[in-house]
């Protein structure tokens, strides 16, 4: 399975450039592919957030705060 690439550009500064020269360098890949790993993890954490959120708004099987000291009162007055 081939992937289709598209071409970008970014603006670095001259410092940060260095720094991912240099890290690519350490880890014998291009500052593209480190560039391209970059920009997965940012995805999928963007993803995974969504999912969380979506998660949390979904009340379905959950009671209020109100409910559920009412519950437990009863619970500690059986004892």
Known sequence: MT??????T????GAQ???L????FERRTSMAK??????VEILEDEEDVR???KALA????TITWAQYRKRREK???AL
């Open 75 to 77: 619970r500690q007055n």
């Open 51 to 53: 999912e969380g959120l």
């Open 58 to 61: 979904d009340e379905s099987g």
């Open 10 to 13: 970014i603006f670095l500064t």
């Open 3 to 8: 992937t289709t690439l598209k071409r970008t």
């Open 34 to 39: 480190l560039l391209r790993e970059a920009a």
């Open 17 to 19: 450039h260095e720094s």
């Open 21 to 24: 020269r240099r890290l690519a």
